[in-house]
């Protein structure tokens, strides 16, 4: 997009690395998108392992070309760094995602737990009562009782996906509780100053975007009004630029490690509670929605408040994020843009393996189990892969499979994949060899239907039959070998 520099050399902390021809196709979908969205201004920065690789505005800011140190509202992006300072909270060990939240702020009325919170299936509704909170300033709201509303509008807790600031908020008091900081304080000291954020908080840092509405019919603008949340602010308030959030998409892309552990990770990245909408691609994880988009697997947040949009999306796979914000308050299809963003890097600059290597230190008796197996008659594949896992996988299907890690003596459990959680157990016969495989009470056999296997249900006695409906030998044995 534009700078090329290596790290350190610019304000956004660019490293150079993309093609021409990448970096041609990225700002052009930059410019299209400022104007097709007739945004004021917008800038878009792209992300990987290593830091900001690239990073270009369009438009005008205080009479100049915005850049990467710019800064913008960022709207619901606002959630995610509330989930990060609660799963913190967790891994210090002052909280369990089981936790009702009424345990740790007694008398909220609130029958949900921190989890459910987190991944909007808390029952409560979408916005607080009285009027347009965002366009408000917080003090209208002085107590969280103003921010929750009447009982009466709480629908029961874990039913469905109901997206809800007043959620977060409540979110944002927890912490208050459990760390003994205001909110904004707390992120500073746990996410912010670790991460060398210094341009994100509740207020704009520098030169900062003006907030506007564009006028639907003609080209002419409105200023929004920016005020303060009050308790609303976890949900919504604060202030970054293109480069601090790269520094976030690091930490979600799992290539900064210093704050999150893995399973926290894992836990923001895996779906809660699907969209009450009939798209399968979309869903939401733990301040972190999620959404399939041209054949990859993002993970990020959108954020939109009067005056300004935001978008943040990550994929893992590829080792690329991007970051989109404009300021203004409606046009720009922005989540599409970031989105398109990473695909048009995943696409030129595709990660590449690295090369495949037998493995160094394996239990050799585990190769006795690989090969194929059978539930019922749908074969399936396990595998023995260098780390140590099992992988099992149907042949045939498109589909992933499961992965499994050892827990104790022919106990395996699965961590990744439909089967994750679900325990896979060898079993083995009186003289100790192995007879078949149980996962979750599947029973899976070396043939199809293996008579000699303890199938639940048990195997017709006169076997497999050809199209007459006589049995397929003569010999009274099944096609697998075994007496019938």
């Given at each position: 997009?534009?700078?090329?520099?290596?790290?350190?050399?610019?304000?956004?902390?660019?490293?150079?690395?993309?093609?021409?021809?990448?970096?041609?196709?990225?700002?052009?979908?930059?410019?299209?998108?400022?104007?097709?969205?007739?945004a004021?201004?917008?800038?878009?920065?792209?992300?990987?392992?290593?830091?900001?690789?690239?990073?270009?505005g369009?438009?005008?800011?205080?009479?100049?070309?915005?850049?990467?140190?710019?800064s913008?509202?960022?709207?619901?992006?606002?959630?995610?760094?509330?989930?990060?300072?609660?799963l913190?909270?967790?891994?210090?060990?002052?909280?369990?995602?089981?936790?009702p939240?009424?345990?740790?702020?007694?008398?909220c009325?609130?029958?949900?737990?921190?989890?459910?919170?987190?991944?909007?299936?808390?029952?409560l509704?979408?916005?607080?009562?009285?009027?347009?909170?965002?366009?408000t300033?917080g003090?209208?709201?002085?107590?969280?009782?103003?921010?929750?509303?009447?009982?009466?509008?709480?629908?029961?807790?874990?039913?469905?996906?109901?997206?809800?600031?007043?959620?977060?908020?409540?979110?944002?008091?927890?912490?208050?509780?459990?760390?003994?900081?205001?909110?904004g304080?707390?992120?500073?000291?746990?996410l912010?100053?670790?991460?060398?954020?210094?341009?994100t908080?509740?207020?704009p840092?520098?030169?900062?975007?003006?907030g506007w509405?564009?006028?639907?019919?003609?080209?002419?603008?409105?200023?929004?009004?920016?005020?303060?949340?009050?308790?609303?602010?976890?949900?919504?308030?604060?202030?970054?630029?293109?480069?601090d959030?790269?520094?976030?998409a690091?930490?979600?892309?799992?290539?900064?490690?210093?704050?999150?552990?893995?399973?926290?990770?894992?836990?923001?990245?895996?779906?809660?509670?699907?969209p009450?909408?009939?798209d399968p691609?979309?869903g939401?994880?733990?301040?972190?929605?999620l959404?399939?988009?041209?054949?990859?697997?993002?993970a990020?947040?959108?954020?939109?408040?009067p005056g300004?949009?935001?978008?943040?999306?990550?994929?893992?796979?590829?080792?690329?994020?991007?970051?989109v914000?404009?300021?203004?308050t409606?046009?720009?299809?922005?989540?599409?843009?970031?989105?398109?963003?990473?695909?048009?890097?995943?696409?030129?600059?595709?990660?590449?393996p690295?090369?495949w290597?037998?493995?160094?230190?394996?239990?050799l008796?585990l190769?006795?189990?690989?090969?194929?197996?059978?539930?019922?008659?749908?074969?399936?594949?396990?595998?023995?892969?260098?780390?140590?896992?099992?992988?099992l996988?149907?042949i045939?299907?498109?589909?992933?499979?499961?992965?499994?890690r050892r827990?104790?003596?022919?106990?395996?459990?699965?961590?990744?994949?439909?089967?994750?959680?679900?325990?896979?157990r060898?079993?083995?016969?009186?003289?100790?060899?192995?007879?078949?495989?149980?996962?979750?009470?599947?029973?899976?056999?070396?043939?199809?239907?293996?008579?000699?296997?303890?199938?639940p249900?048990?195997?017709?006695?006169?076997?497999?039959r050809?199209?007459?409906?006589?049995?397929?030998?003569?010999?009274g044995?099944?096609?697998?070998?075994?007496?019938?």
């Amino acid at each position: 997009m534009t700078t090329e520099e290596r790290p350190g050399s610019t304000p956004d902390h660019t490293v150079a690395g993309l093609l021409p021809t990448t970096r041609r196709a990225l700002l052009h979908r930059l410019a299209v998108g400022q104007v097709d969205g007739r945004a004021p201004s917008m800038v878009a920065a792209v992300v990987r392992a290593d830091g900001l690789v690239r990073a270009a505005g369009r438009g005008e800011v205080d009479h100049g070309t915005p850049d990467a140190a710019t800064s913008y509202r960022i709207g619901s992006i606002s959630k995610t760094f509330t989930a990060v300072q609660v799963l913190l909270l967790r891994e210090a060990g002052r909280l369990e995602l089981t936790d009702p939240i009424q345990r740790h702020l007694p008398g909220c009325g609130v029958a949900a737990t921190v989890e459910q919170l987190l991944a909007h299936t808390g029952g409560l509704p979408a916005e607080p009562p009285g009027p347009w909170w965002e366009r408000t300033p917080g003090e209208l709201r002085p107590e969280l009782s103003d921010v929750l509303g009447p009982a009466s509008d709480r629908r029961p807790a874990g039913h469905r996906y109901r997206y809800s600031n007043p959620g977060y908020a409540l979110l944002g008091a927890l912490i208050e509780r459990l760390s003994g900081h205001r909110c904004g304080d707390h992120l500073r000291q746990a996410l912010l100053d670790p991460l060398g954020m210094s341009a994100t908080g509740a207020e704009p840092s520098g030169r900062h975007a003006t907030g506007w509405a564009v006028h639907p019919w003609a080209d002419v603008l409105l200023p929004e009004p920016t005020p303060q949340y009050g308790h609303l602010a976890p949900a919504g308030q604060l202030w970054s630029t293109a480069a601090d959030l790269g520094r976030l998409a690091a930490v979600l892309l799992g290539a900064d490690t210093r704050l999150l552990s893995a399973d926290s990770l894992a836990r923001m990245r895996t779906p809660a509670s699907p969209p009450e909408s009939a798209d399968p691609d979309c869903g939401y994880g733990l301040g972190l929605q999620l959404l399939r988009h041209e054949g990859l697997e993002l993970a990020g947040h959108t954020g939109s408040v009067p005056g300004f949009l935001a978008a943040l999306w990550t994929c893992p796979d590829q080792d690329v994020a991007a970051v989109v914000l404009a300021n203004v308050t409606t046009g720009p299809q922005i989540d599409e843009i970031a989105a398109d963003l990473v695909k048009i890097v995943a696409d030129r600059e595709p990660v590449i393996p690295p090369p495949w290597r037998p493995a160094t230190d394996v239990d050799l008796a585990l190769v006795d189990l690989t090969g194929p197996w059978y539930w019922g008659a749908r074969p399936v594949a396990l595998r023995l892969l260098g780390d140590g896992t099992l992988q099992l996988t149907p042949i045939g299907v498109a589909n992933r499979g499961t992965q499994f890690r050892r827990t104790a003596d022919d106990r395996w459990l699965g961590f990744k994949g439909f089967y994750a959680d679900e325990t896979l157990r060898v079993c083995r016969d009186a003289a100790g060899a192995v007879s078949h495989l149980d996962l979750g009470t599947l029973v899976l056999t070396r043939g199809p239907y293996q008579p000699a296997t303890a199938v639940p249900g048990g195997v017709d006695p006169a076997g497999w039959r050809a199209g007459s409906g006589q049995p397929t030998t003569g010999t009274g044995r099944s096609v697998n070998g075994s007496a019938g």
